[in-house]
């Protein structure tokens, strides 16, 4: 990073300590009274395989362990008035490079979920929203010599990165596996392509991206003291990841954020949360700015005992979500498609008890620009 002091924290520990939490993201309480650190790289996964099989590298970053937010350049990214759109085509995609592939969640998380950073150069510049057209090597198994399709993730970082350059995106991406229902056994030929080329992917290989695209998700930031309330269902959390590390973590000159961001996730158990600490450390330090509410289907139950899903939740809730509607709040739905009818039905049933109708509310929420959904 360009003029910055760079502070890395390496600690050789053995991951048989129960002591150790699963992700590079885990906080631990350190302090640096008499240096002014900025922010470190993620982990390097070439570092990690100089120790024995049973060691790691944990890097971790002061700016997750104290207020002080983190310098980020260059500050030109502030100066565009529209947001970057399709600055490489599928047909011409940009060469990028992987940095780091971390697995997010733990032994108990059904699945793999893992935390993907990309070098591109500052030749890709996103806003935070936007997406990523990944093209994954190979041909096309549709149409022979031609290369794969894209497929588009939601980009897990603000503007500047992971490392606050400008130079890098990251990804947040479930490695989509397929089991056969007779046998129960992987059947590797129908696995997700993309998804495994990127959980699979080392650093310093190569990956082809188009973009970047996508304007629903952008976070209007006309208002620093407007409130935002993010609903997601497992990945669906990348784009809120990049608002918030926007609002709390970077010194942004141009964006003070003064509101209330509020977030929903909803995931399977514990050991399935993504940038559980990450957000905590938000939660810990601007409680009047952030809300944090988590719904775990496998450990929690709902009102009626059935399992507890992130609409559940929004039910919990649900007096105070329509009180900020009313009062301008912004709503962000990202996540799997099947989340939407489940949280349509239920603002459907509470607003039906408040005596109002949903659909000339929701109307009016959409043309005050205050409704955004991406679902895929």
């Known amino acids: 990073m360009a003029n910055s002091a760079i502070a890395q924290i390496s600690l050789g520990v053995s991951l048989s300590d129960p002591s150790i939490r699963r992700s590079v993201f885990k906080t631990h309480s350190i302090s640096f009274r008499d240096k002014s650190w900025r922010s470190v790289l993620p982990m390097d996964l070439k570092a990690k395989n100089a120790f024995s099989r049973d060691q790691s590298v944990i890097c971790m970053s002061v700016q997750q362990a104290q207020k002080s937010k983190v310098t980020v350049s260059p500050l030109a990214l502030e100066?565009?008035?529209?947001?970057?759109?399709?600055?490489?085509?599928?047909?011409?995609?940009?060469?990028?490079?992987?940095?780091?592939?971390?697995?997010?969640?733990?032994?108990?998380?059904?699945?793999?979920?893992?935390?993907?950073?990309?070098?591109?150069?500052?030749?890709?510049?996103?806003?935070?929203?936007?997406?990523?057209?990944?093209?994954?090597?190979?041909?096309?198994?549709?149409?022979?010599?031609?290369?794969?399709?894209?497929?588009?993730?939601?980009?897990?970082?603000?503007?500047?990165?992971?490392?606050?350059?400008?130079?890098?995106?990251?990804?947040?991406?479930?490695?989509?596996?397929?089991?056969?229902?007779?046998?129960?056994?992987?059947?590797?030929?129908?696995?997700?392509?993309?998804?495994?080329?990127?959980?699979?992917?080392?650093?310093?290989?190569?990956?082809?991206?188009?973009?970047?695209?996508?304007?629903?998700?952008?976070?209007?930031?006309?208002?620093?003291?407007?409130?935002?309330?993010?609903?997601?269902?497992?990945?669906?959390?990348?784009?809120?990841?990049?608002?918030?590390?926007?609002?709390?973590?970077?010194?942004?000159?141009?964006?003070?954020?003064?509101g209330l961001a509020w977030l929903f996730l909803g995931v399977a158990n514990t050991d399935s949360l993504l940038y559980d600490d990450e957000f905590s450390k938000y939660l810990e330090d601007y409680p009047d700015n952030f809300r944090f509410d988590r719904a775990l289907s496998r450990e929690q139950k709902n009102k009626n005992g059935g399992k507890m899903y992130v609409q559940d939740k929004i039910e919990e809730y649900s007096d105070e979500i329509f009180k900020l509607l009313d009062g301008g709040a912004h709503i962000y739905f990202c996540g799997l498609k099947g989340m939407m009818p489940g949280i349509q039905d239920t603002l459907k049933r509470v607003a039906e008890q408040r005596g109002e109708s949903w659909d000339a509310k929701l109307s009016q929420l959409k043309k005050n620009k205050q409704w955004h959904v991406e679902v895929y």
């Not at 057209?133 to 290369?147: H, M, Q, T």
């Open 79 to 258: 100066d565009a008035k529209e947001p970057p759109l399709n600055l490489h085509k599928p047909k011409e995609p940009y060469t990028a490079t992987i940095v780091s592939v971390d697995r997010l969640v733990g032994p108990k998380a059904p699945g793999e979920t893992c935390h993907i950073v990309i070098d591109h150069g500052g030749n890709v510049p996103y806003w935070e929203g936007q997406s990523y057209g990944v093209i994954p090597p190979g041909d096309n198994p549709k149409k022979p010599g031609n290369p794969q399709n894209v497929r588009l993730y939601s980009i897990a970082s603000s503007r500047y990165g992971d490392s606050f350059d400008g130079k890098t995106a990251s990804l947040c991406v479930r490695r989509a596996v397929y089991y056969d229902p007779e046998t129960g056994k992987e059947d590797p030929t129908k696995n997700g392509v993309c998804s495994n080329f990127l959980c699979d992917s080392k650093p310093g290989d190569k990956v082809k991206i188009a973009g970047p695209s996508g304007k629903i998700m952008l976070l209007p930031e006309d208002d620093p003291n407007a409130t935002h309330i993010m609903i997601a269902t497992g990945t669906g959390v990348a784009p809120y990841r990049g608002y918030l590390r926007r609002m709390f973590m970077e010194s942004v000159p141009k964006y003070k954020f003064n």
